[in-house]
């Protein structure tokens, strides 16, 4: 398969099966924490360890159960099983015994073996029951929401990546499975710990790498040390299972300095990423490269502790509690990595709608709790009338109050979240309804005016309105007011105009999609309007009002001097720019300031002039253009929605908010916006 296939594969992936690659995962972990959870509990070790890839044997504790074995025995792995040999290796069922061999001063006797029991203190417990599982899903859902808010190919591989490292903090309760899958699950994950750091590395490249020369050498630099890691750990359980390919020596030595030399390969190409990263994208590169570089911090101690206990023994009281806590401390390092690498690529989303705009969780919560309560005190009521009448009569009434209560509870949900994230709308639209209930109470002209044209202005933010009446029927409409268009335009439309026949016909309003007909004299471009309302009296039809389309966006220049107004939706695609009149009442002089295949929206602009607008058009444009003030488009901030709104804020009005389909994101940007936003 060819690289672009790849790339197109994992593409549609991100794109079309993001939900389904998440759910799959959760579902494999899930079954994958079952396993280790069950385990966990059962895990014992034996308390010696074979020295070098020999033989012979060391006993880690004395504490602990050993049989007649001693430090420097020698055992015949010959005459066990596969299966035992590995089980004396990564552990067994706690009280297992097994027999071996032993030979010691060239004296050869048989002595049993048992596997201690787990650690049931009471550190040991809560960190087992509460502590793995806490970090185990946390880890999960915070990469599982990143792929989701973002599901790109870094964030799949930053998911993956996730997976394979929560399954090799859990491998040895993964050793208990039933042979061979144990053998082969360990060997695999052996191959997973230096694929990780690979794809560390290739993570954060890809996410804010530079191109340098130094780079090629630090990827061959970890790929043999990956190499060299995975050769050396596996070479001990190879040896030890299979009996075969074993390397003589300080194996010990060997595997915690090639975890060492490893990663500090891979946090050293890691601060050569973050040095690369420019002013705008310090901070959240700072974030991002800290969380993906705390589990290699913690790593990378444990294996020079590791090396310190193997040349000096084991023996140094400091070393043993260094090993001990980097082990218990590696789960709550990956989550708050997570945490890092979630708030650093979400850091320029100030805010996410689909969170707030909740209401299926809102709904949800309090109607889980409202029956919470309910069954509370249902089982209360049972308990103190022991399933008597009262109690039937009292679980009915408490039924039917909890059923009011939750049809106004989601009725006042519903009122405060429109009021809230909707205020605009809600006032327009209670604006309209106040003006339409209003018309039938009149006959002023004035009135109708104000409710029929200067209110929909208003409220909605149309850029032109105009009423027409017919003095009589058969009559030429007259144009008796209008707001954005000239006193010479369309002053009078004959009762035979193919608008006017339409509309006789339908008796319902038309929508002109912002296009003037050719066969009317409608004005057109910015004036063009976009629907026309009958207005009928006996089924006839005696006038009509034509509206514009809305505004999208309006913004002055920094002197004030000229304003800029977006046309789309209507056709073109044009935004206008007016120069403002000497005494500072009307814009005039309204030309074209940049025509674009896509739709701007929202605008606001700098202090030199440039012009910010929301945009949309696809996949290469959705996000932000910045015109000059000549209108030449001069940059874009790609998002992954469209954009229709953006401001300026902070303390020096140079971060950039940009209001999207369903997110909100802020950028540092190195422009100031004009005062006023």
Same mark, same amino acid.
Request: charged share 15%; hydrophobic share 50%.
């Given at each position: 398969?060819?690289?672009?296939?790849?790339?197109?594969?994992?593409?549609?992936?991100?794109?079309?099966?993001?939900?389904?690659?998440?759910?799959?995962?959760?579902?494999?972990?899930?079954?994958?924490?079952?396993?280790?959870?069950?385990?966990?509990?059962?895990?014992?070790?034996?308390?010696?360890?074979?020295?070098?890839?020999?033989?012979?044997?060391?006993?880690?504790?004395?504490?602990? %159960?050993?049989?007649?074995?001693?430090?420097?025995?020698?055992?015949?792995?010959?005459?066990?099983?596969?299966?035992?040999?590995?089980?004396?290796?990564?552990? /067994?069922?706690?009280?297992?015994?097994?027999?071996?061999?032993?030979?010691?001063?060239?004296?050869?006797?048989?002595?049993? &073996?048992? /596997?201690?029991?787990?650690?049931?203190?009471?550190?040991?417990?809560?960190?087992?029951?509460?502590?793995?599982?806490?970090?185990?899903?946390?880890?999960?859902?915070?990469?599982?929401?990143?792929?989701?808010?973002?599901?790109?190919? $870094?964030?799949?591989?930053?998911?993956?990546?996730?997976?394979?490292?929560?399954?090799?903090?859990?491998?040895?309760?993964?050793?208990?499975?039933?042979?061979?899958?144990?053998?082969?699950?360990?060997?695999?994950?052996?191959?997973?710990?230096?694929?990780?750091?690979?794809?560390?590395?290739?993570?954060?490249?890809?996410?804010?790498?530079?191109?340098?020369?130094?780079?090629?050498?630090?990827?061959?630099?970890?790929?043999?040390?990956?190499?060299?890691?995975?050769?050396?750990?596996?070479?001990?359980?190879?040896?030890?299972?299979?009996?075969?390919?074993?390397? %003589?020596?300080?194996?010990?030595?060997?595997?915690?300095?090639?975890?060492?030399?490893?990663?500090?390969?891979?946090? /050293?190409?890691?601060?050569? $990423? /973050? !040095?690369?990263?420019?002013?705008?994208?310090?901070?959240?590169?700072?974030?991002?490269?800290?969380?993906?570089?705390?589990?290699?911090?913690?790593?990378?101690?444990? @294996?020079? @502790?590791?090396?310190?206990?193997?040349?000096?023994?084991?023996?140094?009281?400091? $070393?043993?509690?260094?090993? !001990?806590?980097?082990?218990?401390?590696?789960?709550?390092?990956?989550?708050?990595?997570?945490?890092?690498?979630?708030?650093?690529?979400?850091?320029?989303?100030?805010?996410?709608?689909?969170?707030?705009?909740?209401?299926?969780?809102?709904?949800?919560?309090?109607?889980? !709790? &409202?029956?919470?309560?309910?069954?509370?005190?249902?089982?209360?009521? #049972?308990?103190?009338?022991?399933?008597?009448?009262?109690?039937?009569?009292? *679980?009915?009434?408490?039924?039917?109050?909890?059923?009011?209560?939750?049809?106004?509870?989601?009725?006042?949900?519903?009122?405060?979240?429109?009021?809230?994230?909707?205020?605009?709308?809600?006032?327009?639209?209670?604006?309209?309804?106040?003006?339409?209930?209003?018309?039938?109470?009149?006959?002023?002209?004035?009135?109708?005016?104000?409710?029929?044209?200067?209110?929909?202005?208003?409220?909605?933010?149309?850029? *032109?309105?105009?009423?027409?009446?017919?003095?009589? %029927?058969?009559?030429?409409?007259?144009?008796?007011? #209008?707001?954005?268009?000239?006193?010479?335009?369309?002053?009078?439309?004959?009762?035979?105009?193919?608008?006017?026949?339409?509309?006789?016909?339908?008796?319902?309003?038309?929508? &002109?999609?912002?296009?003037?007909? @050719?066969?009317?004299?409608?004005?057109?471009?910015?004036?063009?309007?976009?629907?026309?309302?009958?207005?009928?009296?006996?089924?006839?039809?005696?006038?009509?009002?034509?509206?514009?389309?809305? !505004?999208?966006?309006?913004?002055? *220049?920094?002197?004030?001097?000229?304003?800029?107004?977006?046309?789309?939706?209507?056709?073109?695609?044009?935004?206008?720019?007016?120069?403002?009149?000497?005494?500072?009442?009307?814009?005039?002089?309204?030309?074209?300031?940049?025509?674009?295949?896509?739709?701007?929206?929202?605008?606001?602009?700098?202090?030199?002039?440039?012009?910010?607008? =929301?945009?949309?058009?696809?996949?290469?444009?959705? =996000?932000?253009?910045?015109?000059?003030?000549?209108?030449?488009?001069?940059?874009?901030?790609?998002?992954?929605?469209?954009?229709?709104?953006?401001?300026?804020?902070?303390?020096?009005?140079?971060?950039?908010?940009?209001?999207?389909?369903?997110?909100?994101?802020?950028?540092?940007?190195?422009?100031?916006?004009?005062?006023?936003?």
């Amino acid at each position: 398969m060819s690289g672009g296939a790849v790339k197109s594969a994992v593409r549609f992936i991100c794109e079309r099966l993001s939900l389904a690659v998440v759910a799959i995962g959760t579902v494999f972990m899930a079954l994958v924490f079952v396993v280790v959870e069950y385990h966990s509990s059962h895990l014992g070790q034996y308390s010696v360890v074979l020295v070098n890839n020999t033989n012979r044997v060391q006993v880690v504790s004395a504490a602990t %159960p050993h049989g007649e074995l001693q430090t420097g025995d020698s055992i015949d792995l010959q005459a066990l099983s596969p299966r035992q040999r590995f089980s004396l290796l990564r552990g /067994a069922h706690a009280g297992t015994r097994l027999t071996l061999t032993a030979t010691r001063d060239g004296r050869t006797f048989v002595t049993t &073996l048992p /596997a201690g029991s787990p650690d049931y203190t009471r550190r040991a417990t809560l960190a087992r029951d509460v502590g793995v599982p806490v970090s185990f899903f946390l880890t999960l859902a915070l990469a599982s929401t990143l792929f989701l808010l973002r599901p790109r190919p $870094i964030t799949l591989a930053f998911y993956a990546y996730t997976i394979l490292m929560l399954i090799k903090i859990n491998k040895a309760a993964l050793d208990l499975a039933v042979w061979p899958v144990n053998i082969a699950s360990d060997l695999a994950i052996q191959a997973v710990y230096p694929l990780t750091q690979l794809m560390i590395l290739i993570f954060a490249h890809r996410l804010y790498g530079r191109s340098g020369r130094a780079w090629p050498w630090f990827v061959a630099a970890a790929v043999v040390l990956s190499v060299a890691v995975f050769v050396a750990w596996v070479d001990p359980i190879v040896w030890t299972v299979f009996q075969k390919y074993g390397f %003589p020596g300080p194996t010990n030595l060997f595997m915690s300095g090639s975890d060492a030399a490893l990663l500090m390969v891979v946090l /050293a190409a890691l601060a050569y $990423i /973050a !040095s690369g990263a420019t002013a705008l994208d310090r901070t959240r590169v700072t974030w991002v490269i800290s969380g993906i570089a705390l589990g290699p911090i913690l790593d990378l101690t444990w @294996a020079a @502790a590791n090396v310190c206990s193997t040349l000096i023994g084991n023996t140094s009281l400091p $070393i043993l509690y260094v090993q !001990s806590w980097t082990g218990a401390l590696l789960p709550w390092f990956n989550l708050i990595g997570s945490i890092f690498v979630l708030y650093g690529l979400l850091s320029e989303r100030a805010v996410d709608f689909r969170f707030a705009i909740g209401r299926a969780a809102v709904y949800g919560i309090i109607t889980a !709790s &409202l029956l919470l309560l309910f069954g509370t005190f249902e089982w209360v009521v #049972e308990q103190i009338f022991e399933s008597t009448k009262p109690a039937i009569y009292i *679980s009915l009434f408490a039924a039917l109050v909890i059923g009011f209560t939750l049809n106004a509870l989601h009725g006042r949900i519903e009122y405060f979240l429109n009021t809230f994230f909707f205020r605009d709308q809600r006032r327009s639209e209670e604006a309209l309804r106040r003006a339409s209930r209003a018309l039938a109470n009149t006959s002023s002209e004035k009135t109708l005016i104000e409710f029929l044209v200067d209110e929909p202005v208003r409220v909605l933010g149309l850029k *032109s309105a105009a009423l027409f009446l017919a003095p009589a %029927p058969g009559k030429p409409f007259e144009r008796m007011a #209008e707001r954005g268009w000239s006193k010479t335009e369309s002053e009078r439309i004959d009762a035979e105009d193919p608008l006017i026949v339409e509309l006789r016909a339908d008796l319902m309003p038309i929508v &002109l999609d912002g296009r003037p007909r @050719a066969d009317t004299i409608l004005p057109g471009g910015a004036k063009a309007p976009s629907v026309v309302v009958p207005l009928l009296m006996r089924g006839s039809v005696f006038g009509f009002i034509l509206y514009g389309s809305r !505004s999208n966006g309006m913004a002055f *220049s920094p002197d004030e001097q000229r304003l800029y107004v977006v046309d789309t939706p209507a056709e073109p695609k044009t935004t206008h720019v007016y120069d403002i009149a000497s005494d500072g009442t009307k814009a005039v002089n309204g030309r074209v300031f940049f025509a674009t295949p896509g739709w701007a929206d929202g605008i606001r602009c700098d202090t030199e002039g440039n012009v910010w607008c =929301g945009f949309s058009g696809g996949e290469q444009e959705d =996000g932000v253009a910045v015109f000059a003030p000549d209108g030449k488009l001069i940059g874009r901030i790609l998002l992954p929605e469209r954009c229709a709104n953006v401001c300026f804020g902070g303390v020096k009005r140079n971060r950039l908010f940009m209001a999207a389909s369903q997110s909100v994101y802020a950028l540092y940007v190195e422009a100031q916006g004009a005062p006023g936003g």
